[in-house]
């Protein structure tokens, strides 16, 4: 079993910058990916970022890219989140998401079997 707590969301005006944290206990040996994701209301899940928990390497939603930047420190058993140059458009709830498998689709939620209760980013123009 994986436990996942985010925190870090808030309010921030356009253009502002947020950091989430994910701090990850339980199993941390079986992790292979770290993800974030966002739910907006009224719309799906979508796939934000996401970490290789080992390599460290990287994959970003499109419109992410040049303004997210996901990292973990492995010591510390947490995944960082930091978001610049926000847009309203960014308002969501987000999510941390731990997977065991050594193969998957990252970007797809089914890829990951444990998550965390979800932080609120509010981005106001």
């Known amino acids: 079993q994986v436990q996942l707590v985010e925190s870090g969301g808030g309010l921030v005006q356009a253009g502002g910058s947020l950091r989430l944290s994910c701090v990850v206990s339980?199993?941390?040996?079986?992790?292979?990916?770290m993800g974030w994701f966002r739910q907006a209301p009224g719309k799906e899940r979508e796939f934000v970022a996401a970490i290789g928990w080992s390599r460290g390497t990287t994959a970003y939603a499109n419109s992410m890219k040049g303004r997210f930047t996901i990292s973990r420190d492995s010591a510390e058993n947490t995944v960082y989140l930091q978001m610049n140059s926000l847009k309203p458009e960014d308002t969501a709830v987000y999510y941390c998401?731990?997977?065991?498998?050594?193969?998957?689709?990252?970007?797809?939620?089914?890829?990951?079997?444990?998550w965390g209760q979800g932080t609120q980013v509010t981005v106001s123009s």
């Open positions: 998401a731990a997977s065991m498998r050594r193969t998957g689709v990252v970007t797809a939620t089914a890829t990951y079997g444990y």
């Open positions: 339980g199993r941390t040996d079986s992790t292979n990916y």
